[in-house]
């Protein structure tokens, strides 16, 4: 697998060429600074005095309204939430869009799943930043960058994948190594790692252990230490040198305790469980339950996330993270 770097990346094939950024949010602001400051032509489609609108302003990037951004474009970025694409697709870039523009996803649901089928004649490309909006910004200001990946799904241009990467390098994205995929790698992988992983996974896996130990006797804050407070420091060593490094780092009693009841947690049945996640995923039955629950009005995704947020381990956290003067001053802005 080949990971391109800046100096191996052009940004030709948009020079003299509109970008239009609709949906001003945490990656929009990122990608419409970033590529001003590469030099490229952007504008920002809001809505004269809504909260886009405001920040586009403030960070000096030019704005229209969104129809009138999409008319001039020659490619439009389309960085709304995946939920409401299709609704911004049908009302404001199919009737505007010019021949032979380029439509640019930076996550592949919307047309992975099929919820927009672009007309024959436009570009459809993917460039997914792998980190948050403001981590873009930051990296690209201390000229570096987050990594990235791109993708082709209709080039109807021949310039799709060039334009594609051209984006990337604009972005900081080359900068920080840039790697090629498919709308159907990138979607299912995203999906699966936010699930069975990052967000979804390692949330259970601190709730289940914190309940484990109260429900022993031990005391509430001493097991909010241990199972969410901690993990912090080992997840900055996964993240600055892999298992590895937490091994280096951790005690003897700490790398044998987790080689051998690792394993019991985490077991063949937990696996069987990821692969159930996965084919959801592959299937389009979690995107098709993701998009009904949204036309219901998120009744169960709302109870769900309540229970969530009502869980005790978060009181016990609240209160101990008062006194934690550093969370008051973070010192990686
Ligand atoms: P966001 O919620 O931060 O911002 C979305 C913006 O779209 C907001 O400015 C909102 O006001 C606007 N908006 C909402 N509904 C709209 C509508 N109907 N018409 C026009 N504008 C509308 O979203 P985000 O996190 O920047 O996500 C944008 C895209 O980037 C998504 O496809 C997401 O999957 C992808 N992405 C996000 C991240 C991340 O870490 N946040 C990382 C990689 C990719
Ligand atoms: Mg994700």
Redesign the pocket.
Known sequence: MKVYSDDEVSGEALQNQRIAI???????RAHAQNLRDSGYDVVAGVRKG???WIHARADKIDTAE?EQAVEGADLIA?????M??E??WKE?IAPKAKKGAALM???G?TIHYGRVQPREDMDVILV??K???DLVRREFVRGRGVPALFAVKQDATGTARARAMAYAKGIGGAAGGLIETTFAEETETDLFGEQAVLCGGAKELVMAGYQTLVDAGYQPEVAYFECMHELKLIVDLFYEGGVSKMHDFISETAKYGAVVSGPRVITEETRARMREVLKDIQSGNFARDWILENQAGKPRYTAMLNADRQHPIEKTGAALRERMAWLKTPTNA
């Open positions: 609709i949906g001003y949010g945490s990656q929009g809504g909260k886009g969104p389309v960085l709304t939430p995946d409401a694409q609704q911004v404001i996803f930076a996550h649901f997914a930043p980190g948050p909006g």
